[in-house]
């Protein structure tokens, strides 16, 4: 074949016509057409690899010198890239928040790319911005459910914004307190507002120390990244201790208010909508009053579970988002669309101009340009894949995907707790949550022992659950993550679990009873699990 030359010609070529259709690339294509789960199970390799390995082939730091033919570098791709990646597809992958796509978002992220259209600005997207709009309305509308002449009015107002479209959760969360931050250190008289004037003079004007963020230890990082990119410190996200999983709303009130005494300002309480370690949801309606008492913004990171809102059955466990002032919500967890679809939205439309910006060459002032609201500037047409999704799917397929998956959970939690070497450790809310290796008998001595002997046998049931993760991860068959937790039952000391996600359509209650089973084979083989069954008898009673 030769090699590909350096030519107007054959560049040309590259932008306008594909290789003929038996070309690797074009084989690639119809592969992933035909059925994407085959492909992935053809092509991602489960055998052990480790990153080092995989690091060379990606060593080379200088630029290609001369060009090579796609379908070369699509082989190069399937044994480099693509044979070393997460078959996220798998039904027995059930360690994280991400899952199987459905096919047709396959086509339309062709068409969506083929298009490439920025969304900043109506000049080079034009449709798409109207698009992004209406689908912000509608997860505006599944959230707070306002009137219909609401809708009318602010949907296409140059004015206004229900929210703003983003990469995911991190830049929603930074959105959404980048607008608490803005509008709560506003302009007023004698002050130009923090926006233009900055921390330094908001803090001398308010008569303020700091500016601080609170949530439970269950908040996302990306809280942690907030506070840090706005300027308020990483010292000033207060974290509150969280053994049931969730925030405490007297806590919250009375820490909010040492704070404050303390010469400082709240600047929000965010609650969460389905946390990212077990899916607990934050007790949302009481935490809405303690913001009013503290006179502080209140945001819900929703970015998990904002999708139950689609369930009639279950959407009652986020009761009290409606009262939020801002709310995350990822489409590419629990929505089935691809990674790069957050929403920050907003209960106030118009509270997005406490960020506006323009720009003569781009943002002009009176246009309906996203980008003037937006933390990102230049951004893809992700709210296509939103909007498609929600029509094909609909209200009432979501609920269906939904029901299923916490129903699931519950399913998997019952099995977890029927058999003897296993513990749960919490109980799912949504449909994530956590368990772990505790051979038969030990959990009942552990309730009566003392302190000491709690800690020593929770640092080998520690070491147990970590080796039993690696192998079970390593053998390739299937895939739980791991954390770890406080617990009320242990108080000084937090333990390691076993973490489930179950959100992929695909994962059988056969799988899940095998993904258990290979657990308890892999414990079992092991030293350690032996030696915690001599033990169990051993044990002083508190």
């Known amino acids: 074949m030769g090699e590909a030359q350096v030519s107007l010609e054959h560049l040309f070529r590259v932008f306008t016509k594909p290789e003929h259709k038996d070309s690797k690339m074009a084989q690639i294509e119809q592969h992933l057409s035909d059925n994407i789960l085959d492909f992935l199970s053809q092509h991602v390799v489960t055998k052990k690899t480790s990153l080092e390995e995989i690091e060379k082939d990606f060593s080379d730091s200088k630029v290609p010198e001369s060009p090579e033919f796609v379908s070369t570098h699509a082989e190069s791709l399937l044994d480099k890239l693509v044979a070393h990646s997460v078959n996220t597809y798998s039904p027995t992958f059930i360690g994280h928040m991400t899952s199987a796509l459905p096919y047709f978002h396959l086509p339309l992220s062709k068409l969506m790319v083929g298009l490439n259209q920025n969304l900043v600005k109506i000049e080079t997207s034009k449709a798409f911005t109207p698009l992004e709009r209406q689908v912000l309305g509608m997860m505006h509308n599944l959230v707070y459910d306002e009137s219909k002449d609401f809708y009318d009015s602010h949907l296409h107002s140059a004015k206004r914004s229900l929210g703003a479209f983003c990469s995911g959760g991190t830049i929603a969360n930074i959105t959404a307190l980048w607008v608490a931050r803005n509008k709560i250190l506003g302009p007023q008289e004698g002050f130009a507002g923090v926006a233009k004037a900055g921390l330094a003079a908001a803090y001398r004007f308010h008569d303020i120390n700091h500016l601080g963020v609170m949530c439970s230890k269950r908040g996302h990082y990306s809280l942690s990244k907030a506070v840090d990119a706005l300027g308020l410190g990483r010292d000033q996200l207060l974290s509150l201790p969280a053994p049931n999983q969730t925030l405490d709303p007297e806590k919250a009130l009375a820490a909010g208010k040492r704070y404050q005494e303390e010469g400082n300002k709240l600047l929000a309480i965010v609650g969460v909508g389905g946390t990212t370690e077990t899916g607990h949801v934050d007790p949302l309606n009481e935490l809405a009053d303690v913001a009013k008492e503290l006179g502080c913004w209140f945001h819900v990171d929703a970015a998990w579970g904002g999708a139950t809102l689609f369930s009639s059955q279950y959407k009652h466990r986020l009761k009290g988002i409606e009262r939020a002032d801002s709310v995350t919500i990822d489409a590419h967890k629990q929505m089935y669309v691809p990674m790069g679809a957050g929403m920050a939205l907003f209960k106030n439309p118009e509270d997005a101009n406490a960020v506006r910006h323009h720009a003569q060459y781009i943002l002009r002032a009176g246009s309906k340009d996203l980008g003037a609201t937006t933390l990102e500037g230049s951004r893809n047409g992700m709210a296509m894949m939103v909007y498609s999704a929600m029509h094909i799917f609909g209200r009432r397929g979501y609920e269906l995907l939904i029901d299923r998956s916490i129903e699931k959970a519950g399913t998997f939690a019952d099995m977890i707790a029927k058999h003897p070497d296993f513990e749960l450790t919490t109980s799912p809310t949504l449909s994530l949550l956590t368990y772990r290796v505790c051979p038969a008998g030990l959990q009942e001595k552990l309730k009566h022992a003392d302190e000491a002997t709690k800690d020593k046998i929770n640092e080998k049931l520690d070491r147990l659950t970590v080796i039993v993760q690696k192998q079970q991860r390593e053998a390739g068959k299937s895939f739980v993550s791991r954390t770890r937790l406080e617990a009320p039952e242990y108080p000084t000391n937090c333990i390691t679990v076993f973490r489930v996600v179950l959100a992929n359509p695909l994962t059988s209650t056969q ?31 508190a």
């Open 511 to 541: 799988d899940l009873r095998n993904i258990l089973n290979e657990q308890h084979v892999i414990a079992t083989g092991t030293k350690l699990y032996k030696e915690l069954v001599k033990i169990i008898v051993t044990i002083p009673v």
